[in-house]
């Protein structure tokens, strides 16, 4: 045979394929290290595909009347809310109202209350594989006191903040005693530093997903088309396996219309913030057979706010007769359909730690009349409107919120019979955030949340202190609300809370309206369903144990 060149060509080329292939074979792959043993990145690649199911995709359908109006994960209130799922807060509310660690495993405090330690959970991964650290939370809460109007008071209250690798761990110093940091912790999402650091206004930023998360669920997407946010396993989790691979969050525009979509069997419960079922629509989705229902007492209510810098509302004889003239059981029975009780002056309803019964709320419209006469506001024109000390007619602004007509129709109704006149301002939401977080109102019909009624002191300060978001400047007030702040002693603590509720029950800056009951369905199909005071049922606990009977 003769061995042309281009034979010889041919056949060392072939050799050296051969060769090459031998070689890369032998070289180690992209999850193994230089000695061909398997890497941490391996591993939980590995743990991410046992992370899936096999067979038909199982879906957990929410629906929800609380309306997405931005992509913002920061800026959009309730993208903030549905998120913990996914970017969990440093610490929860367990079923028997305890605040324990969610992504902190626990913390340590010193014993002046000025410097809080907190231990991470050293199996988190963000779902783009990236190990949760410390510094992670120290960004982020270091992030929301510069970036986000609501952390302002971190800014305002921390000295110091540090991270331990070593511990696993990070310390924020206080430049005074905070009792109630774990309980402040439990609403601001942790987020990634290496994928939040670049974004300079995240108030603003916003995406269609998918934004990364270290729970056992990440956001994939948040359309505002379908109004549709979509959770999708976490494919690092490295927790409980979670039942169902993917949670969809569908909102409304109404209630009505949430509450229809589980009467068509087309979601499995209904969520909304601090909110019940509407108490309406109870008895026709139980005839539909498909559901039961978790029922608790609220630490939230509803009230009547009361701005304090001006004449007549400065006047405590004023606030007193408006006190007389609203009819709580109507109002009640209107709202809640029996699923409430009218509440003590002292505003806490009895399910709140260190709650102290005080003086019902009366209704009594001739009180009312004789008070004003007493105090020296009379209808001296004959036209029914009482006058101020000016002789002018008195006329108040009501603000509200859509949804709330018909409560302010007979507020003024019950108002105008004992002789003040109200205006109605029924405002949009943006408005009524700014304008009720700045006092700039007279008068607003509102609601507290069970996390409102803890922040801060607790016992609602939050919501009335000047230095919060309310209007009290009184020193007397705000004296009892820092010696809660500065203080774990338990009689203490008890004597400042009892304090706290005479003061309300007695100056009347806030007259509570009623207490009420939270009333959640659940699809039958499925259990262990959770519920604390402060998520409801959105709570992790739910997420983890959810499964098919």
Not at 23 to 52: F, K, V
């Amino acid at each position: 045979m003769r061995w042309t060149k281009s034979r010889v060509f041919c056949i060392a080329a072939l050799s050296l394929l051969f060769l090459g292939g031998i070689y890369l074979l032998m070289l180690p792959s992209e999850s193994e290290g230089a000695s061909g043993i398997e890497t941490p990145a391996a591993e939980a690649d590995a743990e991410a595909d046992a992370n899936y199911s096999e067979g038909p995709e199982k879906v957990l359908k929410i629906a929800t009347p609380n309306v997405i109006k931005s992509e913002s994960l920061i800026g959009d209130y309730y993208l903030g809310i549905f998120a913990h799922l996914s970017n969990l807060p440093l610490m929860q509310m367990s079923e028997d109202g305890k605040i324990v660690g969610r992504l902190a495993d626990h913390y340590e405090v010193s014993e002046d209350h000025r410097e809080w330690t907190f231990y991470i959970r050293d199996d988190l991964y963000w779902s783009d594989g990236v190990k949760v650290t410390p510094e992670d939370v120290r960004f982020s809460m270091l992030y929301y006191g510069e970036k986000d109007p609501a952390g302002r008071w971190i800014n305002d209250t921390l000295e110091s903040s540090s991270v331990s690798e070593a511990e696993n761990s990070v310390t924020f110093r206080f430049n005074k005693p905070y009792t109630r940091i774990d309980l402040e912790f439990t609403t601001y999402n942790i987020l990634p530093a290496h994928v939040w650091e670049s974004i300079e206004n995240p108030m603003e930023y916003s995406s269609k997903g998918p934004y990364v998360g270290c729970g056992p669920y990440y956001i994939e997407s948040v359309d505002l088309n379908t109004a549709r946010l979509i959770f999708r396993k976490n494919p690092y989790w490295k927790g409980k396996n979670c039942a169902f691979d993917k949670v969809e969050v569908d909102w409304y525009a109404s209630e009505d219309a949430a509450c229809l979509a589980l009467e068509k069997g087309e979601a499995d419960t209904y969520y909304k913030y601090a909110s019940s079922y509407p108490y309406a629509n109870i008895e026709r989705l139980e005839k539909t057979g498909d559901f039961n229902f978790v029922e608790k007492d609220s630490t939230g209510m509803c009230y009547l706010g009361i701005t304090l810098n001006e004449a007549p509302r400065s006047d405590l004889q004023f606030r007193e007769a408006l006190a007389y003239a609203i009819n709580y059981e109507e109002l009640m029975q209107l709202d809640t359909l029996g699923y409430g009780s009218v509440p003590n002056r002292g505003l806490v309803p009895p399910g709140m730690e260190y709650y102290k019964p005080t003086e019902k709320c009366t209704y009594d419209p001739e009180k009312a009349r004789e008070i004003l006469k007493k105090a020296g506001y009379e209808d001296r024109n004959g036209n029914g409107i009482v006058e101020n000390k000016n002789g002018k007619d008195i006329l108040l602004e009501l603000m509200i919120l859509p949804g709330y007509e018909r409560d302010a129709e007979l507020l003024q109704e019950y108002f105008r019979a004992v002789g003040i006149d109200i205006e109605i301002e029924n405002v949009d939401q943006n408005t009524y955030m700014d304008r009720k977080d700045t006092s700039r109102y007279e008068l607003v019909f509102s609601r507290t949340t069970p996390w409102g009624m803890l922040m801060h002191s607790g016992l609602g300060t939050g919501y009335f202190d000047s230095r919060r978001y309310g209007y009290i400047e009184d020193p007397a007030f705000t004296g009892l609300c820092d010696q809660i702040l500065n203080t774990t002693d338990s009689e203490t603590l008890r004597s400042c809370s009892y304090s706290l509720q005479d003061y309300y029950a007695e100056e009347l800056p806030v007259i509570p309206v009623y207490w009420k009951k939270v009333v959640t369905p659940y699809n039958k199909k499925f259990e262990g369903w959770h519920y604390n005071n402060l998520d409801g049922i959105y709570t992790l606990d739910t997420f983890l144990d959810l499964h098919e009977v």
